[in-house]
């Protein structure tokens, strides 16, 4: 079994409405693809996702030991794979309390990201928007209501770690996006929807709670030149 529980750092922020998950946070660069066009990824481009989701642990949640698992990215299977967000994620019983749980990426119509647009999925990763419940548009502003960005933002449950990702360049973003709709074969695995507050967690993911994106620019007054 994948380890699933580990400790994560934005996630302190989120007290006491957070459980205690982490993420890898891998710096990755070299330019792949701008954006999707008409044209069909490359096989070069799927294999950039590839390697990024795998030095991502997004399998850590999302499952699957390796690419060769017939589990690999389909979702939740078990309890066990669960997230307790909320005070209940420290203290048993304590309230609020949500159960989340890690979806199904592959590209399965009906139960998967198959009826996603690719930049649905990338909306997903750098602006944290359900793409589920998010138009297929191309975003421009990070401030709700401005540039396209949602009025009342419905964003992805933790600890889905996005406020990581949306600090990966953007041709990152198309190759994960390519590869999960391209690269991976669709299962048919129904994953229960999470639970969360009616906001949609927006008070959860604010500026001051997940730092500003972009990032402020080197060196900060915690950084120094080298
Ligand atoms: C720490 C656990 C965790 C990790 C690591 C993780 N995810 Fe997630 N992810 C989740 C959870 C939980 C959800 C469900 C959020 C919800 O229900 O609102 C989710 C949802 C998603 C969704 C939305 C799918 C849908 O149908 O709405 C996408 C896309 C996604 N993750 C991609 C990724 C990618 C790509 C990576 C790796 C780069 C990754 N995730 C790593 C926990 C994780």
Redesign the pocket.
């Known amino acids: 079994m994948t380890e699933l529980r580990?400790s994560?750092r934005f996630f302190a922020l989120l007290v006491p409405l957070v459980a205690i998950?982490?993420?890898t946070h891998y710096a990755a660069l070299g330019a792949v693809r701008k954006s999707p066009t008409a044209a069909k990824p490359t096989h070069e481009q799927i294999l950039r996702g590839r390697y990024?989701?795998l030095s991502?642990?997004?399998n850590?949640?999302?499952g699957g030991t390796n690419p060769a698992d017939p589990q690999w990215l389909s979702g939740s299977y078990s309890p066990i794979q669960e997230?307790k967000i909320g005070p209940c994620a420290i203290t048993p019983g304590a309230q609020p309390c949500w159960t989340?749980?890690?979806?199904?990426?592959t590209p399965d119509n009906a139960t998967?990201?198959g009826r996603?647009s690719e930049r649905q999925?990338f909306n997903?990763?750098r602006y944290g928007l359900?793409?589920?419940e998010t138009p297929d548009v191309v975003i421009t502003s990070t401030t709700p209501g401005k540039g396209n960005f949602p009025a009342n933002p419905r964003?992805?449950?933790?600890?889905?770690?996005w406020p990581g990702?949306r600090h990966m360049a953007d041709a990152d973003l198309w190759a994960?996006a390519a590869y999960?709709k391209y690269g991976v074969k669709p299962v048919s695995h129904h994953v229960e929807?999470?639970e969360?507050p009616p906001d949609f967690w927006a008070s959860a993911y604010t500026v001051e709670k997940i730092g500003p994106y972009p990032a402020p620019p080197f060196p900060t007054a915690q950084e120094r030149k080298f």
């Open positions: 580990k994560s998950v982490a993420f990024l989701v991502h642990d997004c850590g949640c999302h997230f989340t749980r890690a979806r199904n990426l998967g990201i996603f999925l997903s990763l359900r793409p589920g964003y992805l449950a933790p600890p889905m770690p990702w994960i999960l929807d999470s969360g």
